[in-house]
Nanobody, 118 residues
């Protein structure tokens, strides 16, 4: 059974930083591309970032609104996916999920809430 458990969210001031983590189990993480998606209040789930199987920085893709501020990475040995967030903005508020696949939103975990205060 695929299990994805996100953590690291919280309340952060605009301009601040945090690191989200996603622990994967029930499948071989190293053979799958992975993604982060988010859902802002009242909006649909939106893709944020994807990373290839190897974790090479050249095999990552980010949505335009987070380029230069977010970094996606992974540690296959630890079975963990990361999203480093810097220079956070109020529009980054939402529930963040990790998902299995490239630019995929399912299957995904239960999410971790990020709230940005101005």
């Amino acid at each position: 059974e695929v299990q994805l458990v996100e953590s690291g969210g919280g309340v952060v001031q605009s301009g601040g930083s945090l690191r989200l983590s996603c622990v994967a189990s029930g499948f071989m993480l190293e053979v799958f591309d992975m993604s982060w998606v988010r859902q802002a209040p009242g909006k649909d789930v939106a893709w944020v970032a994807s990373i290839g199987k190897s974790g090479s920085p050249r095999a990552t893709e980010l949505t335009n609104s987070v380029k230069g501020r977010f970094t996606v990475s992974r540690d296959n040995a630890k079975g963990t996916l990361y999203l480093q967030v810097q220079g956070i903005k109020t529009e980054d508020t939402g529930m963040y999920y990790c998902a299995k696949g490239w630019r995929s939103c399912r299957p995904r975990g239960q999410g971790t809430q990020v709230t940005v205060s101005s």
